[in-house]
């Protein structure tokens, strides 16, 4: 029983590190395969074989060489020199991704609940403080509310368009994509770079654990989680049309369908953006720790208040062009992890 808690909480904090605000509003999914239809599905999963294998591989392997944190799996994965590199840039990508978080925060205010893009921002960083002055056992327990609840919401809005009298028509549909090469890379590109992000929290996860078995299975099951998430929000956006002009489709088709539980699903998602968010800061302020010696706090209004510039730039913006350019860079990281033995 008590292997099986564990193995939950592993689970609920690689989904809710995975899950940020590109997941959970859907623009993520929106860009790398609802665009391209069907195939895009195809994609899917390919993308999920990928999350249960290679996200459940980092853990094992953090935890049979005792890393601490996401710069000394780097050396064991890249070579002394070349992971000097890797963290380096490893540290630029966690800052521009918390940045889109961030920025996320306020897209969810303004968008959705018509309030300044600011007040979310503030807001977010208010609360990530709390959170992070709690430590891990703050980050384990915002990840085990939150990620039950965004699967339970996306289940049943893939209910509802599954219903629908369109859904075959549009689900089996591969629409005209000027770039459509893009589709067959999007399943190595974008697990390449959400692992690559998620081991700067993976990492020191899995070196707390103790048991292997736990750590084994909470991957499996996250990795699955993960799968029938990116399922369910794909089944769900392809009832959307024209779904690429819309900064967080998923709140669009929940006001569509059941508008009753709107405001609850607005919560759930920046619930999972805010867990991304804190997972980012969490992964960083570990990282810079063995440079700087200072006291955490301070830490942590240094990685805030550079976030915190770049969260003004438009978040559909800086997704599709980030995260695209992020997955591209992170192949190198899928590669060599896939190459690694498994004992």
Do not use: C
Request: hydrophobic share 55%.
């Amino acid at each position: 029983m008590k292997r099986m808690a564990g193995s939950f909480q592993i689970a609920a904090v690689y989904v809710g590190t995975v899950i940020g605000a590109g997941f959970a509003t859907g623009r993520e999914i929106v860009e790398f395969f609802t665009r391209f239809g069907f195939v895009g599905f195809i994609a899917i999963l390919l993308s999920g074989y990928l999350f249960i294998t290679m996200g459940t591989k980092i853990m094992l392997k953090s935890h049979d060489i005792k890393a601490k944190s996401f710069e000394e799996f780097n050396e064991y994965l890249f070579g002394k020199w070349f992971s000097k590199v890797m963290n380096i840039v490893m540290m630029i990508m966690l800052i521009g991704v918390s940045a889109v978080m961030l920025s996320g925060a306020g897209a969810v205010f303004q968008e959705q609940l018509l309030l300044s893009k600011q007040l979310g921002i503030l807001l977010t960083i208010a609360l990530g403080f709390l959170t992070m002055m709690v430590g891990m056992k703050g980050l384990f327990a915002v990840n085990t509310f939150v990620v039950p609840l965004m699967i339970v919401f996306n289940l049943f809005l893939m209910v509802y368009s599954v219903r629908h009298a369109d859904f075959m028509e549009a689900f089996l549909m591969i629409p005209h994509a000027e770039d459509g090469w893009k589709s067959v890379v999007a399943p190595f590109s974008y697990v390449a770079f959400n692992l690559a992000m998620a081991q700067a929290v993976l990492v020191p996860v899995a070196g707390e654990v103790k048991d292997r078995e736990t750590i084994k299975y909470g991957g499996y099951l996250g990795g699955f989680f993960l799968t029938l998430i990116l399922i369910s929000s794909h089944i769900t956006l392809v009832m959307i049309p024209n779904v690429t002009e819309y900064q967080i489709p998923m709140a669009v088709v929940m006001k569509s369908f059941v508008s009753g539980f709107y405001f609850i699903y607005i919560l759930i998602i920046y619930g999972e953006i805010f867990t991304s968010v804190i997972g980012g800061v969490f992964g960083l302020e570990k990282q810079l720790g063995s440079y700087w010696k200072g006291s955490s706090l301070w830490t942590f209004t240094g990685i805030f208040l550079m976030i915190y510039s770049l969260s003004f730039f438009e978040y559909s913006e800086l997704l599709s062009y980030l995260y695209p350019l992020f997955g591209y860079m992170s192949l190198i990281f899928i590669i060599l992890l896939w190459m690694k033995p498994n004992k």
